[in-house]
C-alpha cells in the first residue's frame, strides 16, 4: 500500500526558505517517480517538482526553477523539497505525489498535505 506523509509547512515571510519532507511507504524509487503538486486557494492543483531516480531526470515548475530543489533518500524513504526565496505566490498546501506513468503525468497517489504561508 503507497503511503505519503508530509511535514515542514508552515507561516514564513516573503523571501524566506521552508523545507517540506515527505516519507513514503509500498514501493521505491527504483519503481515510480515521486514529487510535490501545491493547490493555492480557488486554484487547479499543479505541479511544483518531480523526481525520476530511474530516469535521471527532475522536472521543476517555470514558477519555481531556480527557488527550489527537490532531493530524495531511497534508503530512508525520504523526499524532500527545499523552498528558498518564497514569495506570497508560493502560498498553498503542497502534496507528495507518486505519478504511476511517471513525472508529467496526473498523480495517482497523494499524501495529506501541508499547508504553507508566505506573508508579504
Known amino acids: 500500500e503507497v503511503q505519503l506523509v508530509e511535514s515542514g509547512g508552515g507561516l514564513v515571510e516573503a523571501g524566506g526558505s521552508l523545507r517540506l519532507s515527505c516519507a513514503f511507504s509500498?514501493?521505491?524509487?527504483?519503481?515510480?517517480?515521486i514529487g510535490w503538486f501545491r493547490q493555492a486557494p480557488g486554484k487547479e492543483p499543479e505541479g511544483v517538482s518531480c523526481?525520476?531516480?530511474?530516469?535521471?531526470?527532475?522536472d521543476y515548475a517555470d514558477s519555481v526553477k531556480g527557488r527550489f530543489t527537490i532531493s530524495s533518500d531511497n534508503a530512508q524513504k525520504m523526499v524532500y523539497l527545499q523552498m528558498n526565496s518564497l514569495k506570497p505566490e508560493d502560498t498553498a498546501v503542497y502534496y507528495c505525489v507518486v505519478p504511476v506513468l511517471g513525472c508529467g503525468r496526473r498523480p495517482d497517489y497523494w499524501g495529506q498535505g501541508t499547508q504553507v504561508t508566505v506573508s508579504s
Open positions: 509500498g514501493f521505491t524509487l527504483d519503481d515510480a517517480d
Open positions: 523526481i525520476s531516480s530511474s530516469a535521471g531526470r527532475i
